[in-house]
């Protein structure tokens, strides 16, 4: 099954930037549609960035232009690069794989990983 560790999370602030990894184990992770997620506390789990089998990238508007995310084959690791960081973007991060032929929709993925905390103070 294939599994995930993400890293690269911490706190930064207003403006800055910081690169989520997302490390896959268990199987090729390209095989997939991938999707970066967040959850601050209280919250419910919402899409930031999903990819696709075929390299199609999808993000939420709130990121747009500000993220961007890829995946590196040979490292069989999904990246997720933050720039210009605001304190919205305070949550914990997970990785997961798709399971329903849904996008950018928490309900369509699973396999999360433990996740990576991200702060932004205000």
Wanted: hydrophobic share 30%; with cysteine; net charge positive.
């Amino acid at each position: 099954q294939l599994q995930f560790v993400e890293s690269g999370g911490g706190l930064v602030q207003p403006g800055g930037s910081l690169r989520l990894a997302c490390a896959a184990s268990g199987n090729t992770l390209n095989y997939y549609h991938i999707g970066w997620f967040r959850q601050a506390p209280g919250k419910e789990r919402e899409a930031v960035s999903c990819i696709s089998t075929s390299g199609t990238t999808y993000y939420r508007n709130s990121v747009k232009g500000r993220f961007t995310i890829s995946i590196d084959n040979a490292k069989n690791t999904a990246y997720l690069q933050m720039n210009s960081l605001q304190p919205e973007d305070t949550a914990v991060y997970y990785c997961g794989r798709g399971y329903r032929s849904e996008n950018m929709r928490a309900s369509g993925f699973g396999s999360w990983g433990p996740g990576a905390q991200v702060t932004v103070p205000q």
